[in-house]
């Protein structure tokens, strides 16, 4: 099968392209950044080496002399989108805020890249890119008290809460794209029968979470307050701990 290496291998370690003849045509970049715009506007499922190289303008079988197999298209897109991070030279002292700031970002570029949580994955997280936003990571970290092993189960623990609140963020959004009707009238009817259901008194204890009227959610806000507890049960200072 074309592209189906013989034995495993990281590309990062091999040349920017193989076999002889001219000098290469594209760049992983330019590759990666065609992969990129290909997922953004109609998903990873849209991705694949006759698409990328169409997009190039250049033959499918001539793309596998720079991308062996898609797994490694998959992981040039990957370390494309995680150069979009903003890192910080140094820490500011507060190893909360600056995760928190990481996760904010983390929480940007999913948003932006929709497909990027499906390929997230630690076989793709040491990539030149990834390996940049772990060492920064670790470096905010340097003012917590806890063996490596323990910053580095902080980090993922932070990335995981991000995938899930943003994969939640992006169901919601295809479910009300793809209703014939507004979300309002959706959001009306949904809490007209949570109303009557609750008031039946078979549910206390939701019926007391209504009647604290929280109001509208703010989404941000949830978001901080959720990865500030994710730091928090890390911090053997805090008062959760």
Known sequence: MAGRAAEPGVIWARPERTGRGPKPAYSRADIATAAVRIADADGIDAVSMRKV???????????????????????????????????????????????????????????????????????????????????SCLRCLDGLDAPYGTKMELIATVNGSVMTSVANELAIAERSRGLP???????????AYLSREVASGAYPRLAAVLGEGVGPIDPDEVFDRVLTRVLDSFDPHSKAN
């Not at 009707?181 to 809490?191: D, M, Y």
């Open 53 to 135: 190289a169409g997009e190039l303008g250049c033959g499918t079988m001539s793309l596998y002399n720079y991308v062996p197999r898609k797994e490694d298209l998959y992981e040039l897109m990957v370390d494309a989108v995680s150069g979009e991070y903003e890192l910080p030279d140094k820490s500011s002292g507060d190893w909360r805020a600056d995760m928190l700031a990481l996760a904010r970002q983390t929480r940007a570029i999913m948003q932006r890249h929709p497909w990027l949580p499906r390929l997230m994955s630690t076989v793709y997280g040491f990539s030149p890119n990834a390996l940049r936003y772990l060492e």
């Open 181 to 191: 009707w507004s979300e309002e009238q959706e959001q009306a009817v949904r809490g």
